[in-house]
């Protein structure tokens, strides 16, 4: 199967995700229906730093995803590996913003799809699977927040202790 080509996700596949933590069988088996899964060769980007396309919300199935973006300072890159079970996209996927990372295949890798759209169709006709959805994303996102800014604190006292160190 290349990126092109999608599959039926079965719920056995997503079930141990963190995602699905607190669905029931059957709640995730309907999940499952509205996601499509997609398998993407190593080195293969799955979405660009800075574009609006391809905002799904990814679950990795197998194989492994590296999410990287460049430092506007000083030209480092950060890089985050995301295995098995992980989420990813998701500012992309709640925001409908730029993707703030690039990702790519670190290896032959397949990933769950859920769509914006599909997303929306939960909602209307299942709320309570789109409500522990939220929940996991807001969750995500609060620890994602609290990630930068013990990053932000980090750096203003490295900043700090270089402008003040005798010299």
Same mark, same amino acid.
């Given at each position: ?18 995602? @699905? ?29 800075? %574009?609006?396309?391809? %905002? ?13 973006? &460049? #430092? ?6 950060? %890089? ?15 925001? +409908? ?11 032959? @890798? ?7 759209? #599909?997303?929306?169709?939960? @909602?209307?006709?299942?709320? +309570?699977?789109? !409500? &522990? !959805? ?8 609060? &620890? ?24």
């Amino acid at each position: 199967m290349t990126s092109a080509e999608t599959a039926p996700v079965a719920a056995e596949a997503i079930a141990s995700a963190p995602l @699905c933590e607190g669905l029931a069988p059957e709640d995730i088996a309907v999940l499952a229906r509205h996601m499509v899964a997609t398998a993407h060769r190593q080195g293969e980007r799955l979405y660009t730093e800075g %574009s609006e396309e391809a %905002s799904d919300l990814l679950i990795i199935l197998d194989g492994d995803v590296e999410i990287s973006t &460049r #430092q506007h300072f000083g030209g480092e890159t950060l %890089s985050v590996r995301l295995d098995p079970g992980d989420v990813a996209g998701i500012l992309g996927f709640v925001g +409908g913003k730029p993707h703030v990372g690039t990702a790519h295949a670190v290896s032959d @890798c397949r990933v769950a799809r859920l769509s914006r759209q #599909q997303f929306a169709h939960l @909602c209307e006709r299942h709320g +309570g699977i789109a !409500i &522990r !959805i939220l929940r996991f994303l807001v969750l995500a996102l609060d &620890r994602f927040s609290s990630d930068l800014i013990e990053r932000y604190k980090e750096s203003l006292s490295f900043m700090y202790g270089a402008m003040h160190s005798p010299k």
